[in-house]
């Protein structure tokens, strides 16, 4: 008999998560409300924001209650629904749960996808989705790019960062990107088209800062930061009069039990700069548009969005701390059916 497996919250991590935090437990399949409809997951999106919502602190979002399933976003199949715009066997994306069955209300960010125009549904997750999208609108709408210039980004060899680097090339600006290790810095330059490729990996402030300064001994125009802590203090020193951060995220500092402040916002001020925290939901009534380029430029072949898929809910804790360990080598997805 079907089940609905859920995978949930049951205890707010404490720096890193551990498997206690978690449950994975069994029940009915929930049937649909009202206006509203039971989706059947088939993909899920394993992002570092999860880790900030397991927090009970303020946030864009409410904390997850405890007690319930991990949210996230999901691409799967209307299993039954009470509401005419949908009808069973539609795929649609939306803001769900890690869990097999969820139920989902139009509106918002639940919507059909057509999944004849994609080589897998997970593209909804990556090149598609929030992870695309998020690369399109960060750098072209609030960095403003212009050829040219100069774009430094963290955690470039991520979903968002690869995604980021390789736009900034397509609109003519020359890329740095910051990994740890060398296959991803292969990866920067072989796969993704950056100019330079810096591993950060043992280094301190002062020494990754030197290297940022050999790439761009003029300073860095834009900065797309996914990193935070030290390699953010890095990218402080070397930044270019009215250069321009875009603040996606700080995953070093998301399992930190102890919040420490960045020490170089001094250079910000000096150089007249910009921070500009950006989050994707602000552009939501325009990812048609986003959506449509990244499209073209993936049917082009100008750019390239590898995904990392992991299979199995059972897995989903493993799979999840793939985001920390720097072990996923591409968009992070979570198959389940």
């Not at 999106?45 to 919502?53: I, K, N, V, Y």
């Not at 602190?57 to 976003?73: E, F, H, K, Q, W």
């Not at 680097?165 to 600006?173: A, F, L, W």
Request: hydrophobic share 45%.
């Amino acid at each position: 008999m079907a089940e609905n497996r859920r995978f949930l919250l049951v205890r707010r991590p404490s720096g890193e998560p551990v498997p206690e935090d978690f449950a994975l437990v069994s029940g009915p399949i929930p049937e649909a409300p009202e206006g509203g409809l039971v989706v059947r997951n088939h993909f899920i999106s394993l992002d570092p924001a999860q880790r900030g919502w397991m927090d009970d602190a303020p946030s864009y979002m409410p904390p997850i209650p405890l007690g319930d399933p991990v949210r996230a976003t999901t691409v799967g199949v209307v299993h039954a629904s009470n509401n005419p715009n949908f009808t069973p066997g539609q795929w649609v994306m939306g803001l769900n749960a890690m869990e097999d069955y969820s139920v989902a209300q139009p509106g918002g960010f639940t919507m059909p996808v057509d999944v004849n125009a994609v080589a897998s549904p997970s593209n909804f997750l990556s090149a598609l989705g929030a992870v695309g999208l998020t690369a399109y609108f960060g750098l072209l709408e609030v960095a403003r790019p212009k050829a040219g210039e100069t774009l430094l980004v963290s955690g470039a060899a991520g979903a968002v960062g690869s995604a980021v680097g390789q736009i900034g090339k397509i609109v003519g600006c020359r890329v740095i990107g910051i990994a740890g290790g060398a296959e991803k810095g292969r990866r920067l330059i072989e796969d993704y088209g950056f100019d330079v490729a810096i591993d950060y990996r043992g280094k301190s402030v002062e020494a990754l800062a030197a290297d940022i300064r050999e790439a761009a001994p003029d300073g860095v125009d834009m900065v797309f930061e996914n990193v935070g802590g030290d390699v953010m203090d890095a990218e402080l020193l070397n930044l270019a009069h009215n250069a321009r951060i875009v603040l996606c995220g700080l995953i070093s500092e998301y399992n930190a039990p102890e919040k420490v402040g960045i020490r170089n916002l001094w250079r910000v001020l000096t150089t007249r700069s910009t921070i500009h925290g950006f989050l994707i939901a602000d552009y939501a009534d325009r990812f048609a548009e986003g959506g449509a380029k990244m499209a073209q430029w993936l049917g082009e072949g100008r750019l390239r969005v590898d995904e990392d898929i992991q299979e199995g809910l059972e897995n989903a804790y493993d799979a999840f701390m793939r985001l920390f360990t720097g072990a996923n080598t591409g968009k992070l997805v979570l198959k389940i059916a």
